[in-house]
């Protein structure tokens, strides 16, 4: 656990560093989550309120969901921004190579402030504000907010929530703490609006979400006495341009419906070769099984890479489930 | 606004109550929900730690899924019940139809606490705390812990908060306030686990509704320059023991698409009878549409009942949604 005084002095560091410089590019990770937009572009709230200029930049194009964040239009593609920038400000960026190909728009003698939540931040910055316990990176600029003393307005409060509720999952992740919840009331208090900040950011499909969904359900089988659901997608069911993003989600289908233990879908990202996600609800240690198979994860969540035939790994996979620890208590249990 | 004076003055008689008599019968509403199973295990938590008896009853049986709920086996059904009670508590019970057959339990000079957060509630009770602002009953139930100066306890921490999240939809219902996100706060530093708890209560697909989503989802067309989504259900496709809870949440399927505008789901009840459910964004005034049908609503979500024919209908609906303003703005604005 970190020190909250360190915290604390890095808080304040960057408090100061924020307030001696002008001019600063603002730079988010590359394919932006509502977390790191939102940070940003609390940050460019920030820095408009204290009078200090600023460019917003990302790699990538912002989803088009997060278009009713204030001043998301003025988030700037690298090839848009002419001048160099010699103060930096990184949110949500666990390392160099997240904030895509800017080094163009930095001045030799940059100096950056890195903002950040993940573990795995390297400190790159020349100050580094780096909480790993805050669910999202907004639960910082939340207290920068508070160390800078900046009143909260609607406009701030609707960023910072939008950070909190998509790094949480809609407050549904083992990081909805009860900081998290007092910071989410504290900003409902400035008229944000939760309905519609969650209906537009969570609730949201893409075409290739509805597309993909349509398909594994079709081929969803629930198997072994309802114990098992699982189901696939080939590779040339899939559309074109489907991303990740699209095919997210799908094995909570197999893993949630009502008496399944283990849910698993195999995605065939090209042919033969499968990705295979794996869930369990309470017995099964679907961790060891993805071990086995040279995976990662753990025991309710993980998920491994298959080259070979799709039956024929399904029958492994059924196999292990049954000789596993949680799935012999879970039929003596329901015997 | 329910002056609070009045609300605190409720509360206070409400613990005077339950520390006067002993032997109560704890009532939750026919086909219970979240929350009005969680208000009952708080109450029955309540009670037993203030060293008093109760019996728990509702007259249908209770989800699978509140299984994990302190002392939800505890939850009789009527003909299990032989005594009768002369000291009744109802929670989150707006009518006295809605207690469902429990006469037969009742002395004739029974004394009834009726705990509600309904703006419909008719005040049945001898004694009633009726808040219609409250999110859920369970908000009321947190304010009568802390009347009664009850310690919290993960136990009752849980049911509390398990009835905030289902009657807030997982906090993303208007009715999220301040105090609701505070309460949930404190609730979670007695050990709730939000993410299982928001897994179990929110996120279980039932085995029909899966089966129908499988079904609405293969019917699902997007049409119209991708501004309308709609989809249906025909009598015949239905499981026999489909419930009104299977099919809920199809419509969201349609409207939540990106780019879309209206989502249209039609689910056929019987022969030619269709029950329809109208969803839209942010321009179309579907609660106007519906109304022309004799159906209810509001601007944002509505529904009305057809006798006809499904393509005919569907086709009128396309009519009036792209005679309305909102229609021609939306097309002005993306041409």
């Not at 509502?34 to 917003?56: E, H, P, V, Y």
Request: proline share 3%.
């Amino acid at each position: 656990m970190k020190d909250l005084n360190e915290y604390k002095r890095e808080l304040s560091q960057a408090g100061q560093f924020i307030k001696q410089h002008d001019n600063y590019l603002i730079v988010s990770h590359i394919n932006p989550d509502g977390d790191t937009i939102s940070s940003s572009l609390t940050m460019a709230l920030l820095l408009r309120f204290l009078g200090k200029s600023f460019t917003l930049v990302n790699e990538d194009p912002i989803p088009d969901k997060f278009n009713f964040l204030p001043l998301s239009d003025q988030i700037l593609s690298i090839s848009e921004i002419k001048n160099t920038f010699s103060h930096v400000i990184t949110v949500d960026v666990a390392d160099q190579k997240r904030m895509g190909m800017i080094s163009p728009l930095l001045t030799d003698d940059v100096e950056i402030l890195n903002i950040d939540h993940h573990p795995t931040n390297d400190r790159f910055g020349h100050l580094n504000v780096i909480l790993p316990t805050a669910a999202a990176t907004c639960e910082i600029m939340y207290d920068l907010v508070k160390e800078l003393n900046i009143p909260l307005s609607q406009d701030l409060a609707s960023c910072i929530y939008t950070g909190l509720l998509t790094d949480t999952g809609g407050f549904r992740y083992t990081n909805t703490s009860p900081k998290v919840m007092r910071i989410a009331a504290e900003l409902l208090e400035y008229g944000v609006s939760p309905g519609e900040i969650a209906e537009i950011a969570l609730e949201t499909i893409s075409k290739n979400h509805i597309s993909v969904l349509q398909i594994a359900l079709s081929h969803l089988q629930v198997i072994e006495n309802g114990f098992i659901a699982w189901t696939y997608l080939k590779a040339n069911e899939l559309p074109q341009d489907v991303t990740s993003d699209d095919t997210e989600g799908i094995v909570n289908y197999t893993r949630n419906i009502e008496g399944v233990e283990v849910g698993i879908f195999f995605k065939e990202v090209k042919g033969n070769v499968f990705k295979i996600s794996l869930r369990s609800k309470k017995y099964v240690d679907v961790g060891a099984i993805a071990k086995a198979y040279h995976g990662g994860g753990h025991a309710r969540a993980s998920g491994f890479t298959f080259y070979g035939d799709l039956e024929e790994v399904l029958q492994q996979l059924i196999d292990a489930i049954k000789q596993s620890e949680g799935w012999k208590y879970l039929e003596n249990k329901s015997n």
